[in-house]
């Protein structure tokens, strides 16, 4: 599997960063991601915030949504 920087993914601090700005729970993240159709349970939440997890295209778009986090950032990580 590739990795960047021994990481799966490159947005997982990102991720944990706005979970807790928000203050917010894994379990919380969880049920208002069900809003969205997405299902991600708090263990894969912290697989994904560790790097340790491939993240999918709509399960990103959703994470940013319910973490408020602006697409800019996205950009940023890449720059």
Same mark, same amino acid.
């Given at each position: 599997m590739k990795k960047y920087e021994n990481k799966i993914?490159?947005?997982?601090n990102l991720i944990k960063e706005y979970r807790e700005k928000n203050k917010l729970s894994k379990s919380e993240v969880?049920?208002?991601l069900q809003l969205h159709a997405v299902y991600?349970?708090?263990t894969e939440l912290v697989?994904?915030?560790e790097g340790?997890?491939?993240? !999918? $295209?709509?399960?990103l778009i959703a994470?940013?949504?319910?973490?408020e986090i602006?697409?800019?950032k996205l !950009? $940023?990580?890449v720059e």
């Open positions: 993914n490159v947005i997982g969880s049920r208002r991600i349970d708090r697989r994904m915030e340790r997890m491939i993240i !999918k $295209d709509f399960e994470l940013f949504k319910v973490l602006p697409f800019s !950009k $940023d990580l």
